[in-house]
């Protein structure tokens, strides 16, 4: 499992290639957080290669949209599969976020 | 990554098997002991996944509900059940066949109350960003009961039933 970020037209993404879960979220939220304190204010979370994402994850991306949008920024997600879109509608978290069908549409939406 | 993180194994030497059709797998049982390490809960995960994989075509009954209900149910045995001790042990026994499965998670802590906690799909609980544990494993499982003194969750799932979702049964 691992978070590769990277900067596309002053958009960071971040790639999750695993699952999004208890063991590992604060590895993510660090990352975000400390893009943002650096300075950038744009944000694409890429869910491509991700199988599951527990209540734990879901809780580290709704802590870093209000961080994100309390700071001038926007986050969008990108590239659910069936089942994180299930999880998503389940929580009805899928009215909280912005989330894209892919990487391309997420992009050119911010 | 210590001896802690790598996956599970079966340690329960009294595996038993019988039943079933010459065409289906025959059920089964075991146990798994686990440490209180956050590290293992994918692990175990994948292990109990490939597992159930002999007993049933798969789909989201798999891969959404069992995959995510299990990991809150190990998160929360570990975290709010022995509060992270490494000295303490989750024990998850599971029974499967190709109707259902059904795990039971004991931990070694006080257990607690599962009426206490609010719905996080509430509007003014959608930003909070804890709760969701609970109520997840109650909408993803079929069944869901607390034993003992709070400290044992069993949980049943058939791969079967359809897919519940939000808005209803």
């Known amino acids: 499992m691992s978070f590769q970020t990277t900067k596309q037209n002053g958009v960071v993404v971040v790639d999750v290639d695993g699952q999004l ?58 590239n659910l599969n069936e ?16 989330i894209a069908d892919s990487r391309d549409e997420a992009l050119a939406s911010l | 990554m210590g001896p802690a993180a790598q996956g599970p194994l079966p340690d329960d030497a009294r595996e038993r098997s019988g039943g079933g059709a010459a065409s289906a797998p025959p059920a089964t049982a075991f146990a798994l002991e686990l440490p209180s390490d956050l590290r293992v809960i994918e692990g175990a995960v994948g292990y109990l996944v490939e597992r159930c994989r002999a007993f049933t075509a798969g789909g989201s009954r798999l891969t959404l509900n069992f995959r995510v209900g299990l990991c809150e149910a190990l998160a929360n045995a570990m975290l709010y059940g022995n509060g992270r001790d490494p000295e303490k042990r989750v024990r998850v026994e599971v029974e499967l066949d190709t109707s259902r499965v059904e795990v039971r998670v ?5 257990g607690f109350d599962p009426q206490e906690v609010p719905d996080p799909t509430a509007p003014g609980n959608l930003e909070r960003p804890g709760g969701r544990g609970v109520f997840l494993l109650h909408k993803l499982m079929d069944q869901v009961e607390y034993r003992g003194c709070g400290n044992e969750v069993r949980m049943v799932l058939h791969w079967s039933t359809p897919l519940r979702r939000a808005s209803g049964e």
């Open chain 1, 21 to 78: 879960i208890v063991g590992n979220r604060q590895e993510l939220k660090q990352k975000v957080l400390d893009e943002l304190e650096g300075g950038e204010r744009k944000f694409l979370i890429d869910f491509a290669n991700t199988g599951y994402i527990d209540s734990s994850g879901l809780g580290v991306l709704v802590s870093l949209s209000k961080k994100i949008r309390e700071m001038g920024g926007e986050l969008r997600l990108a």
């Open chain 2, 106 to 110: 004991v931990d070694q802590g006080k």
């Open chain 1, 83 to 98: 089942d994180l879109r299930t999880l998503f509608e389940l929580t009805k978290l899928d009215t909280l976020f912005n």
